[in-house]
């Protein structure tokens, strides 16, 4: 029987942290263990966590080194006992039935390492449902978020944590990683991730720094792929979609 563990970095969540607790509360396949990590927030963010934690033994608060959601994450994966690894950032949801979709696709083929899936968009939240609203702006795609996906331990076991140095695109950083190393990866055609816009998200807004990150993540996967003698170009991540069966 697999073992589940989720990670959510926060810094200054308050807002929001109890929506993504509760999100993943009501999955019908539940995380064994829910480690968060405080990354030096100054409003009631753990206040929040500690009311929320005496209900749900599950959850375990963390102290972060403050240099932002990849250190974070790492300080987390230290502890993680799961051998099923998932993400979740304070501000998202995770769809109702997003744990039960993805890991049965996991289980399908044991040697599948990654399944990703779709990102819905949203800038308004039904408080009853967890869902967007029905006036909300929606858009449905596939990008690269970490709480879309689940991946064997395995996968961190062999690629190791994230870079410290980027406070943006170490996700971008992480896949690129994953797609050279060949471990094999699927994309469900299914909403997995309700990733919610609000004016106080870090990527709210585009920056400068934020496309260096990006640039930097796309040129580190460049150099480490002329370093193992691939000049192929990746198949796109559209060749890893499928439909949900």
């Given at each position: 029987m697999n073992t589940?563990?989720?990670?959510?970095?926060?810094?200054?969540?308050?807002?929001?942290?109890?929506?993504a607790l509760a999100s993943i509360s009501r999955q019908t396949i539940v995380p064994d263990e829910i480690l968060i990590v405080d990354d030096g927030s100054t409003d009631n963010t753990l206040d929040v966590v500690h009311k929320i934690s005496k209900s749900n033994p599950a959850i375990k608060l963390?102290?972060?080194p403050e240099k932002g959601p990849g250190s974070a994450r790492n300080v987390a994966?230290?502890?993680?006992?799961?051998?099923?690894?998932?993400?979740?950032?304070?501000d998202d949801l995770w769809p109702a039935e997003k744990m039960q979709?993805?890991?049965?696709r996991l289980a399908k083929e044991p040697h599948v390492d990654v399944v990703s899936g779709f990102v819905r968009y949203f800038d308004?939240?039904?408080?009853?449902t967890l869902t967007p609203a029905e006036d909300s702006r929606t858009n449905d795609i596939f990008h690269v978020h970490l709480g879309a996906a689940v991946f064997r331990r395995s996968v961190f076991d062999k690629l190791?944590?994230?870079?410290?140095?980027?406070?943006?695109?170490?996700d971008v950083d992480l896949i690129l990683k994953i797609r050279e190393s060949e471990f094999p990866m699927t994309i469900l055609r299914h909403v997995t991730l309700y990733y919610r816009r609000h004016e106080n998200a870090?990527?709210?807004k585009m920056t400068r720094d934020e496309s260096k990150s990006f640039n930097m993540a796309i040129l580190r996967s460049m150099m480490r792929r002329r370093a193992a003698g691939i000049s192929e170009p990746f198949t796109p991540f559209s060749s890893l979609i499928e439909d949900v069966k």
């Open positions: 589940i563990s989720t990670i959510i970095p926060v810094k200054n969540g308050a807002e929001f942290i109890a929506d963390l102290q972060g994966l230290e502890q993680a006992r799961g051998d099923i690894i998932t993400f979740l950032d304070a979709v993805q890991l049965a308004k939240l039904c408080k009853d190791g944590q994230f870079h410290e140095d980027m406070l943006y695109s170490e870090m990527t709210s």
